[in-house]
């Protein structure tokens, strides 16, 4: 019998990365649209095709899809974080769900430090100026990298590549991570409110998980320091929206560098007004040697499992299918 894969959508131009890799072990690629569905339509496609395994990039796969699936066997992210994936449901059918948890590190901390390095230097403000007709150099009111604290909510690999990058700029940098249960080289070791309060950068390393939602809320944004900046590359749903714009609106943020919103890819008007704010699409991510290192893993990764060998980067314990 050959085996289906079904790819719930994607964030580049085509599949012929995953197509190549999935024909070529004899196995079937379905495609979905490439911007995602919403958990019913993806619902409908695994209802449709019946498929062993699903590759998703951002598509909801929901603890519906995951049950009208009998012959499922993985479920494969297109990335790091797996908030759009029912676990504990595939855990609970047998299925195996996996990531490629280490593809962007050098791309997403690049972008946390170019957001630093735009925010001290001035680079987005001050090109704005200059396309609207205003040449003001004594209005340049800049800062030295050097002579900051920088903030890392969270310590994983990405983080620690921040810190590395961080590190040779000179300043001094914090790190709060539950997780982390001894010192680690060049970063001090603090909780969380102490990090707010010393730090005139924080940046969001951490993952998406119910106890992290809204981490960055109105009482932690309240406990940063006035004129600071806040940095989100990690997931949007980690910091409160409504407490970045009202912190920005009264300034008590200098500024706002933020790759991942909860609203995404809505963006609130009030965020694409300020001048303070710093927008990308959750691109942190991307690069031309990460896209194609994801998209070739996480294809292997499925053809690996469907071949019945263990996977490389299982995310759960399944147990036997009920």
Partial sequence: MTHTVLLTDYAWPDDS?????VESAGMRLVSGPAVPLPAAGIEELVRE?????????WAPVSAIAIASAPALKVVARLGVGLDNIAVEEATKYGVIVTNVPDYCVEEVSDHA????LAWTRGLVSFDREVRAGRWDPSS??????????????????????TARKLGVFGCRLLVSDPYLQEDAEGVERVLLDDLLAQSDIVIVHAPLTDGTRHLIN??????????????????GGIVDTDAVIDALQTKHLSGAALDVLES??????????????????HVAFSSDASLVELRRRAAEEVVRVLRGDAPRNACNPPRANP
């Avoid at 095709?49 to 990039?57: D, G, S, V």
């Avoid at 430090?113 to 630093?116: E, Q, S």
């Avoid at 995404?264 to 699409?281: D, I, Y």
């Fill in 49 to 57: 095709h019946a498929p062993a395994a699903i590759l998703t990039c």
């Fill in 264 to 281: 995404e890819p809505s963006v609130p008007a009030e965020l694409l007004s300020h001048p303070n704010a710093m927008l990308t699409p």
């Fill in 17 to 21: 990365v995953e197509r190549e890799i």
């Fill in 218 to 235: 109105r009482d932690a944004i309240a406990k940063m320091r006035p004129d600071s900046l806040l940095i989100n590359v990690s997931r």
């Fill in 140 to 161: 340049a009111r800049l800062r030295r990298l050097a002579s900051l604290t920088c903030g890392l909510v969270g310590f994983g690999r990405i983080a620690r590549a």
């Fill in 113 to 116: 430090v170019g957001f630093a």
